[in-house]
């Protein structure tokens, strides 16, 4: 007989409360039990000489008090935007980081940057400002800023050392991307990109939990063309529609290698199944584009640098700019305006 999981959690209950866990009892729970995860746990008649009875009357229970401040705190944000992809390797980072530049060579815009990969926290080094930290004042934590219009925050800024790895259980990364929205001074954004791990685990939950009083304009699902990471980017997919977050369109990263020499396209990752293109078309989503592999983005994230600045007129750059206008499009904005001469 083949093994199974242990009975699931109700899906819509994860979603609900995906910070809530379920209190460790010492005891089976009684015949009339209310229930260790009710509002009149520990406290009913029947809790009376119960062993569990401490234990259920200590748990946390009712909404979470501080999704009210993060709302507050978020108030001058207009657009809020997930990054997302059920794959690892596939460039959430790369992309999230040329989106902000994309953004922020509209100097009319501001942009800020949330990475909440905690445990591999690339987006500093991408940007330029990997040797920052975070400035603390009576009014919360100040983000550092890349350019005059592009403001990051990252656990990469509280490491004492760069190759420290964070090791942490999920409520205490649950911890810290509350922190970053609650007490990171983001003041008034015009797009604040999210950067998140590979998966539909915690550090999603938290994000969209944390957020949806204050709206999540949507999400950006990045895949790249073969089918291996297809199969991922699918169950990504069916994450945002089950949490209720808007998909803004899938971005096809790595769909070709273009010669830096002589602009020369070849396909370096086989579109087996069609890529991106065929999956936004059955997944009834729209497509954003598709970025082709150059290595002078690498380049240029190693060395913290615009690549927008550096290349302006690569296949690359007009890619990006392409998907930041179509991004723009989901969102109700103007192109033209966002990101004028794109």
Wanted: proline share 9%.
């Amino acid at each position: 007989m083949a093994p199974s999981f242990e009975a699931p959690e109700p899906v819509e209950d994860v979603l609900a409360n995906p910070l809530k866990e379920k209190p460790q009892l010492v005891a089976p729970e009684p015949e009339h039990c209310p229930g260790p995860e009710s509002e009149q746990a520990g406290t009913a008649d029947s809790c009376a000489g119960c062993p569990n009875q401490q234990i259920c009357a200590a748990a946390p229970k009712g909404p979470d008090p501080d999704i009210a401040l993060i709302t507050a705190r978020l108030a001058g944000v207009k657009h809020k935007v997930l990054v997302l992809s059920g794959k690892g390797g596939v460039g959430k980072s790369t992309l999230t980081a040329q989106l902000a530049h994309a953004f922020a060579t509209n100097p009319a815009n501001t942009v800020g940057v949330m990475d909440t990969d905690i445990c591999g926290p690339s987006i500093p080094k991408m940007l330029g400002v990997e040797s920052e930290t975070i400035h603390v004042s009576s009014s919360g934590w100040s983000p550092v800023w890349a350019m005059d219009n592009l403001a990051v925050m990252s656990i990469q800024f509280m490491l004492p050392n760069r190759d420290d790895a964070i090791i942490w259980r999920g409520p205490k990364k649950n911890g810290l991307i509350k922190q970053f929205l609650k007490d990171v001074e983001w003041g008034d954004l015009d797009f604040l990109l999210v950067d998140t791990p590979p998966g539909t685990s915690d550090e999603h939950l938290s994000v969209n939990t944390f957020l949806r009083e204050s709206h999540i304009a949507g999400a950006v699902v990045v895949t790249t063309p073969q089918e291996v990471s297809l199969l991922d980017v699918r169950k990504e997919i069916d994450f945002c529609r089950k949490a209720g977050i808007r998909i803004l369109g899938l971005v096809e990263n790595m769909s070709l290698f273009v010669c830096p020499k002589c602009d020369h396209a070849s396909d370096i990752f086989q579109a087996t199944t069609g890529g991106g293109r065929a999956l936004a078309r059955e997944m009834g989503i729209p497509f954003l584009g598709s970025v082709p592999l150059d290595p002078r983005i690498g380049m240029a994230c190693d060395y913290g640098e615009s690549f927008f600045d550096s290349f302006p007129d690569s296949p690359a750059c007009v890619a990006l700019k392409g998907v930041v206008r179509g991004l723009a499009r989901q969102i109700g904005l103007d192109p033209d305006v966002v990101v004028p001469g794109g």
